[in-house]
């Protein structure tokens, strides 16, 4: 559909950039996508964690979801910040092919499970060199998402706040369709071993499927004509150094061009990062509560004589729907304000003691309700700061600092990510 043009003049009849108006997103195809990349992102990790049965029964004297914490999201923060660094000595890989790659070892990682199940497991082999497998594997999962998250985070930076909301929507919901999916397999076989290892190698082949549909469905997304504007937006605002912010007539992007400066053609990572930093840091504590309670201490720290090993399950059905409904909230209403919103992440630290008296508290404590009532708080809140801040930083910033906004989000993130599954470890201390 052809674009209509705005054009201004200006005070002393200089002509300000054209303003466009976007086109439709035909059928919310783009908005689709992005929700279903968001679930692709997450769904490894979701499968993987969501099997905590299947590999526990597999390798009994192994912390199986923290060590699986650990080689994923320590394999994951390296390539966010060599991402963060490569433009200052060579120029980064596009953007298509970073994420195709990474959406293609997803696929490899997740293939690897029921091989090794079918050629270790089911043979004489070592069953402790089919868990260094396991977790090589997972390590090689989690670079693909440093690849992807990395990737898509930045680019969807520099587009409306409503397909950052559908990527984070999205990542929630892939807990949810996991969790849903692990359920239904599981219980449709029968609770025997053969049961067990053969709903996990469907499951896993179930979820190499959905990665695929995710791999079709990005390589649609650039030749959306919406998705074209913004990019074709963005290469004019680097060729002129400078646009009007659309979302922020405040924005400092505008105050450069009153001022007759200009804004850098390659914004520096450390400027970027203190206009945003106490989102920075709020993502950043964020991430270090969720990943040191879920999924290790959920599945290994607490127990239900009536669940048995469903209750692991269920507590990590619980997590992400909540996650799940945490980030469709912003739907509905985004906090505005920085501080509140970074206060809101340093209140969530209120969680520890809550769960430690779980496990060391009152007897009354020490059951299935209360776990399940805080998951659900860890979960709804988790969902919704991460959207707040996400959909915050990017607008934080004039528009061709968006990627890099994007960028300095998704690597503290990571950083956040790591320290909580490494303090994970310490429930068991």
């Known amino acids: 559909m052809p674009i209509n043009h705005v054009e201004a003049v200006g005070m002393e009849g200089g002509k300000v950039p054209k303003m466009e108006i976007e086109p439709n997103d035909s059928y919310n195809l783009a908005y689709i996508i992005h929700f279903m990349l968001g679930a692709g992102n997450l769904l490894p990790w979701n499968a993987l964690i969501t099997a905590v049965d299947y590999f526990g029964y597999l390798y009994p004297d192994e912390h199986v979801n923290k060590a699986f914490s650990v080689a994923y999201m320590g394999s994951s923060l390296p390539v966010l910040i060599v991402l963060m660094t490569w433009s200052k000595w060579k120029r980064r890989p596009n953007v298509r092919l970073r994420i195709n790659f990474g959406l293609s070892l997803f696929v490899l990682s997740l293939l690897t499970m029921p091989i090794i199940g079918w050629a270790y497991i089911r043979g004489s082999r070592s069953a402790n060199g089919a868990y260094t497998m396991t977790v090589a594997a997972v390590a090689l999962c989690g670079l693909a998402d440093g690849l992807v998250g990395g990737s898509l985070i930045g680019s969807v930076g520099e587009l409306p706040k409503r397909y ?32 067990l290892r053969a709903s996990a190698h469907i499951y896993f082949i179930v979820s190499i499927l959905l990665l695929l549909v995710c791999i079709v469905s990005y390589n649609i997304l650039d030749r959306l004509p919406i998705i074209q504007h913004y990019r074709n937006k963005k290469t004019s605002v680097q060729t002129n150094h400078g646009s009007l912010s659309l979302e922020d007539p405040q924005s400092s992007t505008v105050d450069m061009l009153c001022n007759g400066s200009q804004p850098m053609m390659q914004p520096k990572f450390w400027d970027v990062w203190k206009r945003i930093q106490w989102l920075a840091f709020g993502i950043l504590v964020t991430y270090v509560v969720t990943l040191s309670i879920f999924p290790g201490y959920l599945t290994e720290n607490v127990q239900s004589k009536l669940l048995r090993d469903w209750y692991a399950i269920l507590l990590i059905t619980t997590y992400n729907v909540s996650d799940l409904v945490g980030k469709c909230l912003t739907a509905l209403y985004v906090l505005k304000s920085t ?3 970074t206060w809101a992440c340093i209140t969530r630290l209120l969680l520890y003691p809550l769960f430690a008296t779980c496990l060391h508290g009152p007897k009354a404590f020490r059951t299935e309700v209360p776990v399940i009532f805080l998951t659900s708080v860890l979960g709804v809140t988790n969902g919704y700061l991460t959207s707040v801040l996400m959909i915050l930083a990017p607008k934080s910033v004039p528009t061709v600092e968006a990627e890099t906004a994007g960028v300095v989000m998704a690597l503290f993130l990571g950083i956040g990510l790591v320290g909580g599954s490494v303090l994970g470890w310490f429930w068991i201390i």
């Open 339 to 341: 501080k509140k919103a």
């Open 164 to 195: 950052m909301q559908a990527v984070f929507a999205g990542t929630a919901c892939s807990g949810v369709l996991l969790s849903f999916l692990r359920i239904v397999i599981k219980a449709s076989l029968p609770n025997t071993p053969q049961g």
